[in-house]
């Protein structure tokens, strides 16, 4: 394949900048600034896309995204893995890309946002050109399912936010746990309403709120990696954030240690990440992502609940105990 067919595919599979407009989509603008935070991680997102879709390769591909700024770059990854999972789904494309985007250094250092990256591209797939459960990493694989679930409230956002639908009997990975898909859905639920409620603390809460009290944990999860990711708030608004978590507290944390891991481990480590994480976790970024790998089971054995939830649910009572957060 030329470069210039390469290019033509960017342009026709690249979706427009203007789909990450807080105006576009219609939601929250606390301020100027957040205003700005929130579209650039947008843009940069479909910059990794476009990057994805017309590289020669993923080594090609990550060198274009070694250029963009440390703060947005796993943003960008993300929409890479969204990208190859884009054209693993087409017809006579091969059904390889992601695989070999994440056997190559970046992409196995950025594979929780790659991951991600792949549930977007689900959410607009068919789901006969859905990739296999089986190709990823069996504790790591619900990070696809946080990302269609984050695809969904983000471009569905009357439907899956404000009427809180859920999609039940969902087939991915497979039916018998199609309940806790559901759950790990709602994690992505949860990082998008960081994105829909404009960083704002208040309205974050508030959102949460209306749903049903069973989803709040994951939902509080979501909200963790988000804003320790993303940011975009002081420390002040994250302390409150904190605070209204309330008995979810473990949750919001389990989502902050993650995303602590996913920027060190990345080497994408910005100071923010450290407010946030010493806010919400009470630990420095790097000792909030030490003790994910920590309490990481060495084999992955599914029981009632899949491994990745007792992870998380490990990784929730450490940092609590560790950073002497009281509940």
Request: aromatic share 10%; with cysteine; hydrophobic share 40%.
């Amino acid at each position: 394949m030329g470069d210039s067919w390469r290019a033509l595919r960017r342009r026709i599979l690249t979706p427009d900048v203007s789909e990450t407009s807080l105006d576009k989509r219609g939601f929250h603008k606390k301020s100027p600034q957040a205003q700005e935070l929130l579209e650039t991680v947008g843009q940069k997102f479909l910059l990794g896309y476009a990057h994805a879709v017309e590289a020669r390769n993923p080594a090609q591909c990550e060198e274009w995204l070694s250029r963009i700024p440390v703060q947005f770059r796993g943003f960008a990854y993300e929409g890479a893995g969204m990208g190859y999972a884009m054209l693993d789904g087409l017809p006579f494309g091969g059904r390889k890309h992601v695989d070999d985007f994440l056997a190559n250094p970046g992409g196995a250092l950025q594979n929780y946002i790659v991951l991600v990256g792949v549930g977007w591209a689900m959410a607009r797939l068919p789901r006969f050109a859905w990739p296999k459960a089986e190709r990823f990493d069996p504790l790591l694989r619900w990070l696809v399912l946080d990302g269609y679930g984050f695809h969904q409230a983000y471009f569905k956002t009357e439907k899956y936010v404000r009427q809180q639908y859920q999609e039940r009997d969902f087939p991915w990975p497979a039916k018998e746990y199609s309940g806790y898909a559901l759950r790990a859905m709602d994690q992505g639920i949860g990082r998008a309403l960081w994105f829909i409620c404009g960083t704002d603390v208040d309205l974050v809460t508030k959102t949460v709120a209306e749903f049903d009290p069973a989803r709040h944990g994951d939902l509080y999860a979501g909200i963790g990696l988000a804003s320790t990711y993303a940011c975009g708030v002081d420390e002040a608004e994250l302390t409150e954030l904190a605070r209204r978590a309330g008995e979810h507290r473990g949750q919001l944390a389990q989502g902050s240690a993650f995303a602590a891991d996913a920027r060190v481990r990345a080497g994408l480590l910005i100071p923010e990440t450290e407010v946030a994480t010493r806010a919400i976790c009470g630990l420095p970024a790097e000792r909030a992502a030490a003790i994910t790998q920590e309490v990481r089971p060495a084999e992955v054995v599914d029981g009632e609940l899949p491994a990745f939830e007792t992870w998380r649910q490990r990784i929730a009572g450490e940092v609590l105990t560790r950073g002497g957060v009281n509940q």
